[in-house]
């Protein structure tokens, strides 16, 4: 089983409401503003492979916990 940061069980912790980006694991604040400059089109952020899995397992168990 792979460790999660803080950043990620506080979002999954609790209901999404209008949390930026940004609360998402493997989305820092550069990361965070290039995709909201860019309509959140993740293939043109420059996501690198580890931060898009972090932040997929995290809306993955999001959805999970709330869905």
């Not at 999404?16 to 995709?35: E, F, H, Q, R």
């Not at 909201?36 to 959805?63: I, P, V, Y």
Request: net charge negative.
């Amino acid at each position: 089983m792979s460790s999660t940061s803080q950043k990620h069980r506080d979002f999954v912790g609790e209901p999404m409401g209008d949390k930026p980006v940004t609360s998402l694991s493997g989305i820092g604040d550069i990361l965070g503003t290039k995709l909201e400059q860019q309509d959140f089109d993740t293939d043109e952020s420059g996501a690198n492979k580890r931060q898009t899995g972090s932040c997929a397992q995290c809306l993955q168990e999001w959805c999970s916990a709330f869905l």
